[in-house]
Nanobody
Framework: QVQLVESGGGLVQAGDSLRLSCAAS????????MGWFRQAPGKEREFVAGISWSGGRTYYADSLKGRFTISRDNAKNMVYLQMSSLKSEDTAVYSCAADKFQLRFGVQNEADFGSWGQGTQVTVSS
């Protein structure tokens, strides 16, 4: 049974940085692409960033390039999201997700991900 547990969310001020973590278990982590999504109040969930199974390729929502960085540590079964220059519009629940299939990269659609964490709240005050 795959389990994804996010941590690191909280209340920060605009301009601050924050690093989210996602601990994965129940899968051969190093064989799965991972992604971060977010859902703001009253809005649909949106793709934030993704990383290939090896960590060699990363991809981002166009609007977030340059401020957010995704990374992973396959030895620790962890994936991270480093967020900088946070804005009030970044306020959302952030969730990590694991690809449905092994050894892929470039997946960005929700339907491509088969396992999800419960999410961690990030609130940015202006």
């Amino acid at each position: 049974q795959v389990q994804l547990v996010e941590s690191g969310g909280g209340l920060v001020q605009a301009g601050d940085s924050l690093r989210l973590s996602c601990a994965a278990s129940g899968l051969t982590f190093s064989r799965y692409a991972m992604g971060w999504f977010r859902q703001a109040p009253g809005k649909e969930r949106e793709f934030v960033a993704g990383i290939s199974w090896s960590g060699g390729r990363t991809y981002y929502a166009d609007s977030l390039k340059g401020r957010f960085t995704i990374s992973r540590d396959n030895a620790k079964n962890m994936v991270y999201l480093q967020m900088s220059s946070l804005k009030s519009e970044d306020t959302a629940v952030y969730s990590c997700a694991a690809d449905k299939f092994q050894l892929r990269f470039g997946v960005q659609n929700e339907a491509d991900f088969g396992s999800w964490g419960q999410g961690t709240q990030v609130t940015v005050s202006s």
